[in-house]
């Protein structure tokens, strides 16, 4: 049970191979063996490598599905179309297109299975580079609000240092007209004369200024401080919202890039590994030596050609034989004289209904 379905997975015809010696059996169930577990690997390989697209079990089981079958089908036709001949060119010559498209097969079905076998390195790959997006996608934020930050924070600086400045000036005046009551500066007249009066109301005037200033500079502090507040809420909320896409940065192709900077020799081994796979079953035909059932295939499609080739000629014999009867028989015919009498009466007739037709329609004309 288990040989003939492998048999029926070689693609041989099992109608032969019923009436073929046991060891040609084996071998072209050894054959479809090869040809159901290549699919059967192409099956897992695809049903993990689209898991982690569509990160749905059923969904990545149902396509892995499909294109496990799709191989199998690709396998099962590329060896049942490798003929024996006498010349080993020839074969070469003949499997050379099977050979690059299982190269084709072997890369797809040996890439997922290489992302699973290499999934923690991948992952610490990933990890890394998710690292790097996190912080350059914070520095990019950050080019659209450091700017006004930094400009912010000058205005406040500024406003801060112009209060300093009027305070100094203030305390300036303040030990001026101190000084000129005490007698140690100015007039250096002990007493509150006329000049320490004027000194004091430039004091008392430059002091309303400060206390004017420090309300207004305050309020514009604060409000500066305020905008400062909400440009880091939005840079915090944009870093948030935009973190996400990168925690999501593992998809196939990510993998696939990060499997990219790993060592190549092992994943060029697991290669090998599946083209050696991929292509046992064109190398064993091609390798093998022609055995009982290629000569039975050979004998029955020869047998066919032969059949083929003398319908053909006798079609051919039959056509030019009714084709040499036909010419004599409308030879003899026309001869006959009535025959010629009522073709000549036909064509007298209709030669009078033209002239009758082309009288008419000239009548109409005029």
Not at 38 to 57: E, G, K, Q, R
Not at 136 to 165: C, F, H, M, W
Request: proline share 2%.
């Amino acid at each position: 049970m288990l040989k003939q379905f492998f048999i029926i997975c070689s693609g041989a015809d099992t109608d032969i191979l019923k009436d073929s010696s046991i060891g040609e059996q084996n071998k072209y169930a050894g054959i479809g063996a090869t040809v159901f577990f290549t699919a059967l690997m192409a099956f897992i390989a695809s049903s993990y490598a689209l898991y982690t697209v569509f990160d749905n079990a059923f969904a990545a089981l149902g396509f892995g599905l499909v294109w496990g079958l799709l191989i199998f089908n690709l396998d099962r036709f590329i060896v049942s179309t490798i003929k024996k001949r006498n010349n080993i060119i020839d074969e070469l010559i003949q499997a050379s297109p099977r050979l690059l498209l299982a190269v084709i097969i072997a890369v797809v079905i040996s890439k997922p299975l290489e992302l699973k076998i290499f999934e923690k390195e991948i992952n610490q790959v990933l990890l890394e580079q998710k690292n790097d997006l996190t912080l350059a996608n914070k520095d990019q934020i950050a080019l659209q609000y450091v700017p006004k930050t930094e400009a912010l924070q000058q205005g406040i600086e500024a406003l801060r240092s112009e209060i300093d400045d009027k305070e100094t000036e203030v305390n300036a005046l303040y030990d001026t007209y101190i000084n000129e009551a005490e007698g140690t500066a100015g007039t250096k007249l002990l007493g509150k004369g006329p000049v320490y009066k004027e000194k004091r109301e430039k004091h008392d005037a430059a002091l309303a200024e400060l206390q004017t200033l420090k309300e207004t500079n305050k309020s514009k502090i604060v409000a500066a401080e305020t905008e400062m507040v909400n440009l880091k809420a939005e840079y915090d909320a944009q870093v948030s919202s935009s973190q996400p896409i990168i925690d999501g940065f593992d998809g196939l192709m990510a993998r696939v890039s990060a499997l990219g900077t790993l060592p190549w020799l092992p994943s060029f081994f697991i290669f090998l590994l599946f083209l050696a796979i991929e292509t046992s079953p064109i190398f064993a035909k091609l390798l093998s030596p022609k055995g009982e059932y290629d000569f039975k295939l050979e004998d029955l499609e020869g047998e066919i050609k032969s059949w083929t080739a003398q319908k053909t000629h006798q079609r051919s014999v039959l056509l030019n034989a009714d084709n040499a009867l036909n010419d004599k028989v409308y030879g003899d015919l026309s001869t006959e004289e009535e025959i010629y009498a009522y073709k000549k009466k036909m064509a007298r007739d209709l030669l009078k209904k033209q002239q009758e037709a082309f009288y008419d329609r000239q009548t109409k004309i005029l």
